[in-house]
């Protein structure tokens, strides 16, 4: 499992990564919350460690930016002051979890280890979700859609785009979580690539009237039925 963790403080930071790579955890430390964040866009993480007092970008903001890249993403949190509008705020940002500093090595894990145990366990329920889209019905398990003139068995990265779009709110997707959920990066000639997979699932939902795929101008696209 593959943890980023950013952490300004550069004397516990290295023996926080050194401890959890010796519970069999791969960990890429950064020290700002724009490295946090450049290092985020730059690999595939299973959770993240976010202290919540960083100058420039803290914990908070980095956790925003990450949640725009992958919604689902565990995020724990490092804070030294208990406040009752911090933890607000970090729950309104989807945190999984909290620790105060200075804390135990050893609660640090069981704690993280936790939160990736439920990750994996909702993303499996997830896997094997049915979802309903006006007339038809999309198995994400077997990549199925069903109830046009005949059932269309989709790609991997058909299916995956697809689910971005039920799984979203409001059915909008931003580009740049779309690249960064089904290829991992936001370049440019995937970019197009990903127009070309929005114009296939417009065609595989054109027996259904009332569904649109929309572009919405300076974000994404959004799924909509009438």
């Known amino acids: 499992m593959h943890l980023l963790l950013v952490d300004d403080d550069l004397a516990l930071s290295p023996l926080t990564k050194e401890y959890l790579e010796a519970k069999d955890f791969t960990v890429t430390m950064r020290h700002s919350g724009d490295e ?16 919540v007092k960083m100058p420039l970008k803290d914990g908070f903001s980095l956790a925003e930016d990450i949640r725009q890249l992958n919604p689902n993403i565990p995020i724990l949190f490092l804070t030294g002051a208990v406040q009752k509008e911090e933890r607000i705020r970090g729950l309104a940002l989807g945190a999984d979890d909290y620790i105060t500093k200075p804390f135990s090595m050893e609660e640090l894990y069981l704690r993280v280890r936790n939160i990736l145990k439920r ?22 398990a077997t ?3 069903h109830g046009g003139p005949e059932m269309v068995k989709l790609t991997a990265i058909e299916a995956k785009l697809l689910q971005l779009f039920c799984e979203s709110d409001n059915g909008i997707i931003r580009r740049d979580t779309a690249l960064q959920r089904i290829w991992g990066d936001e370049d440019m000639l995937k970019g197009r690539s990903l127009n070309v997979y929005v114009s296939k699932l ?3 939902l054109s027996a259904e009237p009332r569904i649109e795929i929309l572009n919405v101008h300076g974000e994404g696209y959004q799924l909509v039925v009438r």
């Open 36 to 51: 946090g964040l450049k290092a985020f866009k730059s690999g595939t993480f299973d959770g993240c460690i976010l202290d």
């Open 119 to 140: 990750s994996s366990t909702q993303q499996k329920q997830s896997e094997k979700a049915v979802h309903e889209i006006g007339l038809y019905r999309f198995d994400v």
């Open 202 to 204: 417009r065609t595989f």
């Open 143 to 145: 990549r199925e859609l």
